[in-house]
């Protein structure tokens, strides 16, 4: 059996205990929520922590909850089951419950949290792979080695960002609060993510501890539309989520959003694509229109590279195709918001 | 054929069947259900060391030299040993023994087995991998059969200069073959339509869940036990003895559960021979499981195919000729390649009738995994290009797909172009119950655009008369043993992986001897308890084995019938056996149980067991070559497929699979349906998902579940077993195979199905979306192309 | 129940090599194949992903499991999707069925009539590579129907006489004799 490096466990019973562990550990500790990324990551030795810190025994940081002024709090430990499978999500956020829905396979969306999604690991085919293997290559750019085995000598990893929920969360304005030797501080999602496959992330040494979305207004629409092999088990060959806001009328676009997941590095935001539906009238076709060309627009935008596997000029190819899906997902869903995630 | 070979097609008693032919659970199934069923890694013995190998991560290269002091000196580790402690090579053809259980003056792929340790666990055996120094001359890698075809320098194996001058080839050539049956020339020149075109087919691997794994243990008085996750343990019992230099007779071989193989367990792999020898040579029981990533580099997987078919056919349907010229890529060693090769051309004279034929098949040897056999060896890759080129000629001559297969149909009890008897065939009826039941005439060419139904058919093989060594010994034998207590013991050398060769042949003992199934019990696969079986490969084991049962069966029934006869003083003939009661047929009230009559026999016989066996005919082409592929029985299948081709996306979506099969008779027909649904599944992933690929460096690009997709419950479509049986008179009550012709038509109804639905050929696997994308901006094209009024589908 | 091991071995490692509760197997290593699924505090988890000193204080449930709760339930031999597994011949090579068959429980213990969709997704994060899936969900569908008293529906290749009615053929009546 492919074996785990050594380590030890520390099962910390507070968040404070945590970060005290992390401080005191550094690059040596790593935490393992529901270890669905973290162990095969382990055993393909791409992390050989001295101390894994279980936050399990962590309390409440797990659990939806809406608050008064309608924002949705979602625990970092809540599994990504319990968030598809909440009501409160689907009709809050629905392209969260869409996307959560469609990570990986069943017994995983049992053990994976949202803040292991959110936190996941960049993926690429030449990273994901055993010891043996990478070593067969002299190794790679974001992990032992010097070369980029994606881009001819490239001198930026470009693995990509394969989290499904980290563009839903950038639709809905999520923001993360994190833990740190600083304290409590928080994150808008947009400000996590930095443009390196090596470590795609600002964030360092510190807990997430939860998930706020802020109340959607009710004409919110929203929706994700995954690529992949498999309906089933598989990461995102391209994940794009999207955003439809209806104006209190019910009758024009007052707000949309389109993100996209499995490009590059990080989890991309097209502000423009999205903005060309802005003010359209309901079924009509200058939103059509409108669509069409948000789909081509993101065409453009779009530069898929051969990072993870499968066809990457194909990938490119279903960009407009996902983005034109995801957008009529958003505006053919009813009234009933729970069902927007739907297609 | 010896009148052991053959029983006739009837129920052994005049009230019928009573457990053949009705769906039954399999012997072993409630051992597997609640997880007593002990699979290879299953096992642990006291003091059992752990095994580990070192892997070349260079796809070619010389072996300058090893030092493994330093993981010998590491605490824990018991041995290390590489090449030179099992210099005799082996492969499980005996015409090219091309393999070393570690690599001893070169490595061929990244993965080739350069060394193994034993150590005390497994962290253990691996921290000593990394402490053992290789010096490597790397060698130029051959990563495309075109160029291996034409560079023969460097050699990836060092060939005489004899044999160099026989094979008369430049290049790395592991097999050539050329066969012409008929003027295929003249034949093509009369042809009314001529359709010529190239079809590829890529590596697919079999992705058995259960990963290999072996466990040796060496006894002081020289008795050398394995258990191995194999297929075919009396080849690993053969291996072994060659390449450890030890007398068969000192060797046990084991199969205990097997968590599948679909061929990718036949070859002896180096796990095998390296436990082996390391329990030999530290005194402890050793074993390895493979990872899932080593399972992937052992390989022997479905070979990749370039193929050029030219058929021609007259106006009416009727073909004339069919023309092939076939590339086949091997990987870095022989493995059945010999075999493949033959196969890639000898396997597609049926079920239409080819008046004139011609193959050229070359197999190139290329610095990657090396191929195998994988379910529906050597002729799924030449069925796909035949059965799609097929399409074409009716597409050209304006027939039905399933009209024009009817038109070649080549009938019963005949002799096909490359002189293989034919004896039962059901084509005629899997075509009817396909086009029945996916209501061909009324939907084919009629859905919507974007859905559509394609047909294909095939044949294979039920075992060959090829015993792979040759000799004249019977291919399967069985011994039964009665005991006292009303319970036979089946000993029998067929490996069960899962099909349920073991329970068919409780069946079989439970039908010839009247007895409840509860009463028979298996013992299978174990070289000490058992007489010879070839194993699981070819499907023959249900044919062979089956017959082999019922001739040891019928010999035991035949003591206990005289025995009681004797004692009750009457006719044989009146002596009937039934329900585990022995009864007088004109005295119904006369009745003893089973255990009774056993107990006559007893008396009568002297302690109860008889032996059967079975071999093939005399069969096979009179020229060299001409007992490739040559079987005692060919099953026959159709399939329609439903497919959806959502043009946005390129990607297809098998909507529905009609499976007819012509087994001869089901014996167990749930099992044969398992069989059918599992083979149509398997076909269905390998057209539209599934890629052993290499990658640039001549590394497996993704050697994971992850990355090799093989299809989950929601990717699959509904899979619809229709049984033909068309009784086959030398088949265990007619019986022929169900596990590997099932896989064959799926790939090219796929392909068929899709030219329904939006009227593009896809004559190139794997059907990708992004090549159905291509060919669809193409079709558009070259519609813009088109003067109105002549546009395509 | 106590039982020492490293830190760094996985509860599969454990269950199989510590504790001989060899039943559940490992076919991908790393969280691909669903073969080592066993219900923690009864969800359907990877026992190959779960760090043992992590599963300390949960109920584990592994395919060995099932029987003996069946029948401290009151039931006879085997569970019901056991059992149907083996009638339907959903049990080929059965490697990856430990695995599936938790999986279903699960699901029955959720949701006792769940849709052929529910099924399909329930065990999606299992492969089988013998099956095709088909008698797989055919044996869930089983046990479903028998449990609410409903006649199950007969495969394609039995076109005459359901297999899997109550009062059918052998499988059901086998039964009895074990």
Known sequence: MLRLPKFEIARPTSIDEVVALLSEHGDDAQIIAGGTDLVPNMKHELFTPKVVVSIADVPDIAGVRVESDGTLAIGAMTTLHDVASDERVRSIAPALGHATALISGPQLRRMGTLGGNVMLDTRCQWYNQTHFWRKSLGYCLKKDGTVCHVVQSGQKCVAAASNDSAPALMTLDATLVFHGTDGRRELPIDDLWRADGIYNKHVSGELLTEIRIPATPRGHRGAYEKLRDRDSIDFPLLGVAARVDWDDAGDRVARAEVCLVALQARPVRLKKVAELLVGKQRASAELDGAIEASAERAYKQCRPLPNIPGDHEYRHEMAPVFVRRALRACVRASENASDAAGV | ?793 | MDVAAPAHWTLLEVLRYRMGLTGSKQGCDKGDCGACTVLVDGRPELSCLTLAALAEGKQITTIEGLMPAHVAAGGEGADPVQDAFDRCGALQCGFCQPGMMLSARALLNGNACPTKGEIKDALSGNLCRCTGYTQIIQAVELAVAEAAGVEPVSPAWAPHENPWRSNGTAPANETTER
């Not at chain 2, 050597?378 to 009209?403: T, Y």
């Open chain 2, 1 to 793: 054929m010896a009148a052991r070979d053959k029983h006739g097609v009837d129920a052994p008693w005049s009230a019928g069947f009573q457990v053949v032919g009705r769906p039954s659970r399999k012997i072993d199934g409630l051992a597997k259900a609640v997880g007593h069923a002990v699979y290879a890694d299953d096992i642990t013995l006291p003091g059992m060391l752990h095994t580990k190998f070192l892997r070349s991560p260079h796809p070619h290269a010389k072996i300058r030299s090893i030092d493994t002091s330093k993981a010998l000196a590491l605490d824990g580790v018991h041995a290390v040993i590489t090449g030179e402690c099992m210099p005799i090579k082996y492969g499980v053809i005996p015409w090219t023994p091309d393999e070393n259980a570690l690599a001893t003056d070169k490595v061929r792929f990244i993965g080739d087995e350069v060394a193994a340790v034993a150590a005390i666990d497994e962290d253990t055996a691996n921290a000593a991998l990394e402490l053992i120094d290789v010096d490597y001359e790397v060698l130029h890698a051959f990563l495309d059969p075109d160029e291996a075809l034409t560079r023969q320098d460097p050699q990836i194996h060092e060939q005489s200069e004899a044999n160099k001058k026989k094979r008369g080839h430049r290049g790395n050539v592991s097999k050539h073959v050329d066969l012409e049956f008929g003027d295929v020339d003249a034949a093509l020149d009369a042809a009314d339509v001529l359709i010529e075109d190239e079809y590829t087919f890529h590596g697919t691997t079999h992705a058995a869940i259960e990963p290999h794994c072996a466990l040796a243990q060496a006894s002081p008085d020289g008795l050398l036990t394995v258990w191995s996750s194999t297929q075919i343990t009396h080849y690993v019992h053969r291996a072994l003895a060659r390449v450890l230099e030890i007398d068969a007779s000192q060797i046990r071989v084991i199969q205990p559960c097997l968590g599948g193989a679909f061929g990718g367990k036949s070859d002896p792999f180096a796990l095998e021979f390296v436990v082996a020898k390391l329990a030999l040579l530290t005194g402890r029981p050793v074993k390895c499981l493979w990872t899932r990533e080593e399972v992937f580099y052992a390989h022997r997987g479905r070979h990749p195919m370039q193929m050029r078919y030219r058929t021609g056919a007259k106006k009416d349907g009727r073909l004339t000729g069919v023309d092939a010229k076939i590339l086949i890529d091997g990987g870095s060693y022989s493995s059945f390649g010999l075999v493949t090769t033959y196969y890639s051309g000898q396997l597609l004279t049926g079920p239409y009738d080819f008046p004139a034929y011609r193959f050229d098949s070359t197999r190139v040897f290329t610095n990657k995994p090396p191929c195998g056999p994988k379910r529906g060896h050597g002729s799924v890759q030449p069925r796909f290009a035949f059965e799609v080129q097929l399409d074409q000629v009716a597409e050209k001559l304006d027939l039905d797909p399933i009209e024009i297969r009817r038109i070649n149909f080549q009938g019963e009890n005949t002799q096909t172009v490359n002189g293989q008897r034919i004896t039962s065939n059901g084509f005629m009826e899997c075509l009817d119950e396909v086009e029945r039941a996916s209501r061909w005439k009324e939907r084919r060419g009629k859905l919507p655009r974007g859905r559509g139904l394609g047909v294909a058919g095939s044949m294979y093989i039920t075992g060959t008369n090829y015993p792979v060594y040759p000799n004249k010994l019977p291919q399967a034998g069985i011994q039964l043993q009665a005991d006292r207590s009303g319970l036979v013991t089946v000993f029998t050398g067929g490996n069960d992986i899962g099909q349920g060769s073991n329970s068919i042949a409780r069946a079989i003992v439970a039908e010839e001897l009247g007895l409840d199934p509860m009463s028979v019990r298996v013992v299978a696969a174990d070289t000490d308890l058992c007489p010879v079986d070839l194993g699981a490969y070819s499907s023959r084991v249900t044919f062979m084995v089956g017959n082999a049962t019922i001739d040891a069966a019928r010999k035991l029934r035949k003591l206990i019938v005289s025995a009681v006869a004797e004692a009750w003083e009457i006719e044989e003939k009146r002596v009937f056996m039934a329900r585990g009661e022995v009864f007088d047929l004109e005295s119904r009230n006369r009745r003893i149980t089973t255990r009774e009559a056993f107990h006559l026999a007893e008396e009568r016989y002297d302690t109860l067991g008889t032996t059967g066996a079975y071999n093939t005919p005399t069969l096979g082409g009179d020229y060299r070559g001409g007992t490739i592929g040559a079987s005692p029985a060919y099953s026959f299948t159709a399939h329609v497929v439903e497919a959806s081709v959502d043009e946005e996306t390129g990607r297809i979506t098998v909507e529905n699979c009609w499976i007819a099969h012509d087994c001869g008779r089901a014996l167990n027909p749930m099992l044969v349906a398992g069989q059918m649904e599992g083979s149509a599944y398997m076909g269905i992933a390998e057209a539209v998902m599934e890629e052993h690929a290499v990658n640039r460096f001549g590394l497996h690009a993704g050697p994971s579940l992850l990355d090799y997709r093989i299809p989950t419950s929601v990717d699959t479509p509904e899979l619809h077993a229709l049984i033909v049986e068309s009784l086959d008179p030398e088949g265990p009550y007619g019986a022929k195979e169900a596990g590997e012709g099932p896989l064959h038509p799926s790939i090219p109804a796929i392909s068929n199905a899709v030219f329904d639905a939006v009227g593009i050929r896809l004559t190139h696997l794997p059907f990708t979306p992004g090549k159905v994308l291509a060919a669809l901006r193409a079709q558009r094209s070259k519609n813009l192309a088109t003067p109105v009024g002549t546009g395509g589908a």
